[in-house]
């Protein structure tokens, strides 16, 4: 019971995550960040640049790709394990 709340608080780490990346490059309040006043102009261009808001959204992807894994993965070893269970309880 434990692992299958952890599992599923783990899923939901992933997937908000997973959307927060994906979504919050492309916002405006990625360009209105009031820490990019601390930096170089330099750094500001590189941190406002489409190149590592792409790079971020696709952190965001393999995160949501990760939870969706872990989702299938978790339903075949509880189909295989209800599946072992129902045999032995057959076999007494």
Request: with cysteine; net charge positive.
């Amino acid at each position: 019971m434990l692992n299958r709340f952890l599992f599923f608080i783990y899923l939901l780490y992933c997937f908000e995550v997973g959307l927060f990346l994906l979504i919050s490059p492309w916002m405006q309040i990625w360009n209105e960040n009031a820490l990019l006043s601390y930096f170089p102009e330099i750094v500001r261009d590189l941190l406002l640049s489409n190149y590592l808001r792409g790079a971020v959204s696709g952190l965001g992807l393999a995160n949501l790709f990760l939870g969706l894994r872990e989702v299938i993965h978790f339903q075949r070893n509880f189909r295989k394990t209800r599946m072992e269970s129902a045999d032995s309880l057959r076999n007494l």
